[in-house]
């Protein structure tokens, strides 16, 4: 997924994914220590859990952030959802 150069440089939701993710796995591994797992399945469970967290999380932060872009002049007046009637929030009038 292609982003626009402005909205590529910034860390911040990248670094917003990492500590969701890394709270999430460490209260999958705290859980799983006390359910009494042996260590080699609560090892694998949470490193799953990582992956598989931090993948869906990166797939929605690179949606939403190709989504809200507004650095293109051409698409900041568009609505999203083609073949919709949609508002011109520049002009009022209907896209």
Do not use: N
Not at 54 to 71: F, I, P, Q
């Amino acid at each position: 997924m292609k982003l626009c150069p402005q909205c590529s440089r910034s860390p911040w939701p990248f670094v917003m994914v990492l500590f969701v993710d890394a709270i999430i796995t460490f209260l999958t591994w705290l859980m799983l220590g006390f359910a009494g797992a042996d260590p080699l399945e609560a090892a694998i469970g949470t490193a799953l859990v990582f992956v598989a967290v931090g993948a869906t999380l990166v797939h929605y932060v690179l949606g939403c952030m190709r989504r809200h872009c507004r650095h293109d002049p051409g698409k900041a007046h568009h609505h999203h959802h083609p073949g919709t009637v949609g508002v011109d929030r520049t002009t009022g009038g209907q896209v």
